[in-house]
């Protein structure tokens, strides 16, 4: 986490429209979801979002008797596939579908003829294999959506069923919308200026890579057009979490130096029970008062899309985890989405503040939280030893 004055880097970001008005409202669809640059849009719910990013398909109850990986005891049968694999890319798409067969068992393999995308599931789930030493559970199948499950209440680019079907929306791969999006996000950016709180350094880094890639688009793969585009979505996630904007402040002994001199005192753990237009009340009180000081303020969004993997990573989180445990825990315990359980997540400011270190998106459900905990550890990340208690107490998988 960072604020700072970052008015040297790039002028056209901090024209006088961005530094006066930071409550201006610039939201243009993208995607795979809509990004917020402000917190002012508050149509959707916070069970709504989480829908809209990635998502549990756990309505999917049809699969549950199928499902192989729930044991009666809920604790975790390891997979045994072999202990390291070497991906090479397929050449055509039957050699890419007798690779999932052989080394994953995988035998509804469907991505039309998408060869680029059938590689792109290979290596992410040899990745996985590799990380876990062959003991994680990977997909029975994979395939598109299909238009139903595209229409669904609770839309994600990518999903999981309990049963093990990893489905994937080709939009997320649809090339020619993502470079229509960037270019019209990139030019209203440049117009309107960057809001206060974007992650600046982000921006400017995808900004810089960006551009060659709008000059010569289809010298650029499918996949590395998805992947700057998830890194991009990411830019503004602070925006859709107030409370964690302020416990970044917070943290930062410059800023917490300059809220304090103007009188601002901030008790997190108060704040946390205010109700969510409260809790923007006292953000923008907070950012007019950093404005004065460093003209602008920039926030340091949470690892997010770290690899092009990281779809995968995340929905085959969610496996791992209902594998860990019992039927009880998933629809009725601990990690239930029923409202009564989630509120023990969401309202319990520990709780918020530890999955606030992985990310925002961590911070919506205990299931959110372990499966975006499980990327960053195909990453090979490290994560702090809060996150991997509350990791494993939330049935999280190490092997
Ligand atoms: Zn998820």
């Not at 509804?108 to 599931?121: C, T």
């Not at 595209?150 to 020619?176: H, P, S």
């Not at 960006?210 to 010298?219: G, I, R, T, V, Y």
């Not at 690892?303 to 009880?328: A, C, K, T």
């Amino acid at each position: 986490m960072e604020v700072t004055s970052l008015s040297a880097i790039n002028r056209n970001y901090f024209n006088q429209s961005s530094i006066n008005n930071s409550t201006q409202t610039k939201t243009s669809d993208y995607k795979n979801d809509s990004i917020e640059l402000t917190h002012k849009k508050k149509k959707l719910s916070n069970t709504q979002k989480l829908g809209i990013a990635f998502g549990v398909a756990l309505s999917a109850l049809g699969g549950l008797t199928a499902c192989a990986l729930l044991t009666k005891s809920g604790k975790f049968n390891p997979a045994n596939f072999e202990k390291h694999i070497d991906f090479k890319p397929a050449q055509t798409m039957e050699e890419a579908k007798d690779f999932a067969k052989k080394h994953f068992k995988i035998e509804r393999f469907e991505l039309d003829n998408d060869l680029e995308v059938a590689n792109w599931v290979n290596e992410g789930l040899t990745n996985i294999n590799n990380t876990f030493s062959g003991k994680a559970h990977l997909p029975v199948s994979v395939s598109f959506k299909d238009n139903a499950q595209r229409n669904a209440k609770n839309y994600a680019v990518a999903d999981i069923n309990i049963g093990g079907d990893l489905r994937i929306d080709r939009q997320l791969f649809n090339t020619e919308d993502t470079i229509k999006d960037f270019r019209e996000t990139m030019e209203a950016l440049n117009k309107v200026g960057v809001p206060q709180g974007t992650d600046v350094n982000k921006l400017l880094d995808i900004e810089e890579r960006l551009a060659p890639m709008l000059q010569n688009p289809s010298q650029y793969s499918k996949i590395e057009w998805m992947k700057i585009s998830q890194e991009f979505e990411d830019v503004g996630s602070l925006y859709r979490n107030p409370m964690g904007v302020l416990s970044s402040m917070w943290e930062n002994p410059k800023t917490k130096e300059t809220l304090i001199e103007s009188g601002i005192n901030l008790n997190l753990r108060e704040i946390f029970t205010k109700s969510p237009d409260e809790k923007k009340k006292i953000l923008d009180d907070c950012i007019a008062v950093l404005n004065k000081k460093y003209k602008f303020v920039g926030l340091q969004s949470k690892d997010r899309f770290l690899s092009e993997f990281d779809v995968i990573y995340h929905e085959m989180g969610h496996l791992q985890n209902w594998g860990n445990s019992s039927i009880f825990d998933i629809f009725f315990g601990k990690l239930s989405n029923n409202k009564h359980q989630l509120n023990k997540f969401t309202n319990n400011f520990d709780k918020q503040q530890t999955a606030g270190k992985v990310s925002w998106y961590a911070q919506t459900s205990p299931q959110e939280f372990v499966a975006e905990v499980f990327a960053q550890l195909c990453n090979g990340r490290k994560p702090s030893s809060d996150i991997l208690e509350l990791y494993k107490h939330y049935n999280g998988v190490l092997v």
